[in-house]
């Protein structure tokens, strides 16, 4: 099975298979979202540790060196690699958006320039490449990003990070609200458990992005 029928809801069940996907470098730009530290430190509590073990071990053996190739075939591409990360502007984090002040595993208190909140290091910027700073879910909403990509010519997004059902969704909505041409990447995305991921990777295939493998993405950009 390939990305053209696979990861198929049941609105997309019998539909045709999609045209081909076409990612001309100087049109395309790889967006990297929230894959920070602060998701891969040890938790408080032993049994909060045995219950994030297998999100852990997916990031540590799938995602991140996953999204590392796919960055250096992009970078080698003359692909723009873009990076989003959750952080505050002011330290008592007056300036997040409410879903990120509510109680719970979405209160997220990390001002911008403190270590947890950090991309993490296997996936280390470059000086010229673009971070972008967000206090809500979507890249896209309550970012300079839409007119960043629209002065630099993009139309189409590769996307790779972390929550695939929170920020990934949420981006990739607005993404395509916006008629971008959106490609997200499966074994470059991660939620919290493989049912999360699966299921919203379906919710969203077909309508908002296409869903691709990273060998397949990487043959499509040379």
């Given at each position: 099975?390939?990305?053209?029928?696979?990861?198929?809801?049941?609105?997309?069940?019998?539909?045709?298979?999609p045209?081909?996907?076409?990612?001309?470098?100087?049109?395309?730009?790889?967006?990297?979202?929230?894959?920070?530290?602060?998701?891969?430190?040890?938790?408080?509590?032993?049994?909060?540790?045995?219950?994030?073990?297998?999100?852990?071990?997916?990031?540590?053996?799938?995602?991140?060196?996953?999204?590392?190739?796919l960055?250096?075939?992009?970078r080698?591409?003359?692909?723009?690699?873009?990076?989003?990360?959750?952080?505050?502007?002011?330290?008592?984090?007056?300036?997040?958006?409410?879903?990120?002040?509510?109680?719970?595993?979405?209160?997220l208190?990390?001002?911008?320039?403190?270590?947890?909140?950090?991309?993490?290091?296997?996936?280390?910027?470059?000086?010229?490449?673009?971070?972008?700073?967000?206090?809500?879910?979507?890249?896209?909403?309550?970012?300079?990003?839409?007119?960043?990509?629209?002065?630099?010519?993009?139309?189409n997004?590769?996307?790779?990070?972390?929550?695939?059902?929170?920020?990934?969704?949420?981006?990739?909505?607005?993404?395509?609200?916006?008629?971008f041409?959106?490609?997200?990447?499966?074994?470059?995305?991660?939620?919290?458990?493989?049912?999360?991921?699966?299921?919203?990777?379906?919710?969203?295939?077909?309508?908002?992005?296409?869903?691709v493998?990273?060998?397949?993405?990487?043959?499509?950009?040379?």
């Amino acid at each position: 099975m390939n990305w053209k029928t696979a990861y198929r809801s049941f609105y997309y069940a019998n539909a045709e298979e999609p045209e081909d996907i076409v990612l001309e470098p100087e049109k395309t730009a790889l967006l990297v979202i929230d894959i920070q530290n602060t998701y891969l430190e040890p938790k408080d509590d032993e049994q909060e540790n045995i219950r994030w073990q297998p999100f852990v071990e997916r990031m540590n053996e799938v995602v991140i060196p996953n999204t590392a190739r796919l960055i250096e075939h992009c970078r080698n591409n003359d692909i723009e690699v873009i990076f989003a990360r959750i952080a505050c502007l002011k330290t008592d984090g007056r300036d997040r958006s409410l879903s990120q002040k509510k109680p719970g595993f979405n209160y997220l208190l990390m001002p911008k320039d403190r270590l947890d909140s950090q991309i993490v290091p296997q996936l280390e910027p470059d000086e010229n490449e673009i971070t972008i700073i967000k206090t809500t879910d979507s890249a896209l909403t309550g970012t300079n990003l839409r007119l960043i990509l629209h002065n630099m010519g993009i139309d189409n997004l590769v996307v790779a990070g972390i929550f695939t059902d929170q920020c990934i969704s949420s981006t990739v909505r607005s993404l395509a609200d916006e008629s971008f041409n959106v490609v997200v990447v499966d074994d470059c995305c991660a939620a919290a458990t493989m049912e999360l991921h699966t299921h919203e990777l379906e919710v969203i295939n077909m309508i908002y992005c296409h869903v691709v493998q990273l060998d397949e993405v990487l043959s499509l950009i040379n």
